[in-house]
């Protein structure tokens, strides 16, 4: 796990001690709000291997902001790896307005001359914050918001603009109903966790000192509100995500062929799609992470080669063929590696398709698949054709009808289908759903963002 945002320096020696020598703690990034404490920041940094850091003025001591030595701190130590704690905090006031907004555009500016992301605190400020953040420019570096408790509108806005959002002990407490509902429709790709430590411990520790060791609540309650998703998934796809964000060495493997999210084995046999879909991370930022697996090939993989890795199927509650590329464009393969994950004894053989297989393939193919796979989940994704077109961007006008028609086949043919849909602005999920069962299909609504 990676602790984006704790104080190191306000902790004990013996709570800095256990943080550091945590083995389920892989990276803490100890944050500087002034002069102080910024310089604390980096003194850890430097004493300690797993110790990075940010260095910024936070609004509280906005007041005394000093832009021209943070700029020489973060030149001459290569640990610093964020500007910031800055941002607008009118809860408490604690600095003017106008002076926080100073101190806010100039570590804006600072982060994008040194191209360092920022560490962005915002509190009763929501519109402020946005407005600085655009009128800026920094989506130009991005960055974090951190100990995040707002809406889910002004979420998806930092998202936009290429900002992770990271949650907190909040997100545990009694009350945080709504921010609990922000976290699970969040976009998978932009979520890390903090701690803040030494505040905000997570509703188990309430009354305690927090400290880096209770990040696992967090993550815990996470698992329970990110979409088919385990500990394991939410503590992997945080870490890379941190990874990124602060540019720790995030390792992408050229050739991930198969990769495992809440105990279901998922099989990547291609790049390639046939669609070019609005709501894709494909499209959208190039982005092939799926909860903290970088799901890409160097090549097409033989069916030798996809059964050596998988070896044993059986521990799987469910084999997936699914990527960033469609599954039946190497029908043959599927077909191949489909018989034998049935012959060594698979629990359940599901494809996850758009449904363009009857483009480029007779009918009666499907039938050769029948026994060999179980499920069919397919991308119908919009109530319409004009819909669809305008949502997955198809070469040929008949896109939408080959979808439905392969639906009706495969329901001909005694597969069992699900028909699924990304909560997209401009698709009416209820009329889908509705589309869904009159073709004879079950159906399944997806939420925005939340890949995997």
């Keep these: 796990m990676i602790d984006t945002h704790c104080h190191l320096d306000l902790l004990e020696s013996e709570e800095l001690n256990q943080s550091i020598n945590d083995s389920s703690l892989e990276y803490l990034i100890t944050i500087g709000y002034n002069l102080e404490t910024s310089q604390n920041a980096i003194e850890l940094s430097e004493k300690y291997d797993k110790v990075f850091c940010a260095i910024g003025f936070h609004p509280h001591d906005a007041s005394s902001y000093d832009i021209d030595w943070l700029k020489r701190k973060a030149l001459s130590h290569k640990k610093v790896k964020a500007i910031g704690e800055t941002g607008l905090d009118f809860y408490k006031n604690y600095s003017p307005k106008d002076v926080q907004e100073e101190s806010f555009r ?6 994008r001359e040194l191209g360092l992301p920022l560490v962005v605190h915002s509190r ?11 009128e800026e420019m920094a989506h130009e570096v991005g960055g974090v918001l951190h100990c995040f408790s707002g809406s889910y509108e002004f979420m998806m806005a930092c998202v936009d603009m290429g900002f992770y959002i990271s949650f ?3 997100l545990t407490y009694p009350n945080a109903k709504e921010l609990r509902s922000v976290a699970s429709k969040t976009p998978t790709t932009r979520i890390v966790i903090e701690t803040d430590a030494p505040y905000l411990p997570p509703q188990p520790k309430r009354g305690q000192k927090n400290t880096p060791r209770n ?3 967090i993550a815990k309650e996470l698992a329970n509100l990110v979409p088919n998703s385990n500990i394991e998934d939410v503590i992997r796809m945080t870490s890379q995500n941190a990874k990124k964000l602060f540019n720790l060495g995030l390792e992408r493997p050229s050739n991930t062929i198969t990769y495992v999210i809440n105990n279901k084995l998922y099989i990547n046999l291609t790049n390639r799609c046939n669609l070019h879909c609005v709501f894709c991370q494909r499209e959208q930022e190039r982005d ?6 970088w799901v890409w090939l160097e090549r097409d993989p033989s069916s030798k080669e996809v059964i050596n890795e998988i070896k044993d199927p059986t521990p799987y509650e469910e084999v997936v063929f699914c ?8 029908f043959d393969t599927l077909k191949e590696v489909s018989a034998w994950l049935k012959s060594a ?5 599901r494809v996850d398709t758009n449904g363009l297989m009857l483009s480029f393939l007779p009918p009666e193919r499907l039938k050769e698949l029948k026994g060999l796979v179980d499920v069919w989940s397919v991308s119908l994704n919009a109530q319409d054709a004009n819909s669809y077109n305008l949502v997955c961007k198809p070469v040929r006008s008949d896109t939408f009808q080959k979808v439905c028609e392969f639906i009706k086949e ?4 005694g597969f069992e289908v699900i028909a699924t849909a990304v909560d997209y602005p401009g698709v009416d999920i209820e009329k889908t759903k509705q589309l869904a069962h009159s073709l004879g299909a079950k159906f399944r609504a997806r939420t925005y963002g939340a890949i995997g």
């Design 288 to 293: 092939f992470m799926v909860k903290g697996h």
């Design 124 to 134: 009763e400020a929501q519109e402020e914050t946005l407005k600085i953040l655009k």
């Design 168 to 170: 907190s002990g909040i």
């Design 323 to 330: 990527g960033y590329g469609e599954p039946t464009l190497r």
């Design 410 to 413: 495969a329901l001909k043919n």
């Design 106 to 111: 100039k570590h804006i500016r600072l982060a």
């Design 215 to 217: 990040l696992i609540h």
């Design 345 to 349: 004894g698979a629990k359940k053989v």
